[in-house]
């Protein structure tokens, strides 16, 4: 059986399996007092890859990506970063390690009474030595990158949600991270404005060649932009799949697997 493919996703050619390992996972656990959300969650994400994390309500989606991002630590397990312990590292060291990744959370996160340009100007100017007009030129860079060129005084308050996501993807980008997370980027935005927002990740990954690894459970979105996914399940404590969504939608026997790549619902 042939999957098929989105018309949205031609061309993207996806990282094969020689590519460098970005991120290594082996053997996660993650505990909060007597309740274990997984365990023994182990996968790798290759440079340039678009890598979701996606399940239900609860699978711990979100503690995986705060694990992954030296948020919290894991109850077991190791996780390595562009080649660093994320775990054992620690002082100088870890600083240095977490600038290189940016992350975009769910609501954006900008600061309300900036502008545009002053969020991502912000971490330029808290990281490196550039002169002021440099940062400038260089936040400025990364809004036109993100199709906000024309936006650059606004405050967040005066523009759509699709352009604060895209402003935060734009400010998670200002120190030219290799690697992107993006915690639920299509929450709370409607269809054609989330389809926009794939597209832009799309190009992140084909034109610039980061790699990201996106938190999502937008069926449409996974289909269009994800090269593999891992797929958490509250039930199992863990992964009940990985792989191309394409190939899982086409060909997993899994029933919860089966389930979300075919909307069927829970009750069915
Ligand atoms: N700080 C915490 N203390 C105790 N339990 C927690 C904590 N954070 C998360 N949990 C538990 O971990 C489990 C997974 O939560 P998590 O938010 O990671 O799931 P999720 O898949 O991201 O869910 P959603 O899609 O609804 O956001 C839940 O049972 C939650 O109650």
Known sequence: MVPDVPPARAG???????????IE????????GSNTVFE???FEVRAGEVF?????????KSTLLALLIGLRRPSAGSITVL???????GGRARRLLLRRFGVMFQQGALFGSMTLLENVALPLASFTSLPAEAIDLVARAKLGMVGLGDAVHKLPS???????????I??????????????????GLDPITSAGLDQLILALANELGITLVIVTHELDSILTVADRVIMLDKAARGVIAQGDPR???ATSTEPTVRAFFNRIPAAA
Request: charged share 20%; proline share 9%; hydrophobic share 45%.
């Open 247 to 249: 190939v899982l939608r």
């Open 170 to 187: 734009a400010r998670a980008m200002a120190l030219d991270p290799p690697l992107l997370f993006l915690d639920e980027p299509s929450a």
């Open 52 to 60: 979701v994390i996606l399940g239900g309500s609860g699978c711990g």
């Open 12 to 22: 993207r050619v996806a990282p094969g399996p020689d590519a460098p390992k970005v």
């Open 40 to 42: 023994n969650v182990s």
């Open 158 to 168: 005066e523009i759509s949600g699709g352009m604060v996501k895209r402003a935060a």
């Open 83 to 89: 080649g660093e312990d994320l775990i054992a590292t």
């Open 25 to 32: 996972a082996k053997g996660l656990a993650m505990r909060f």
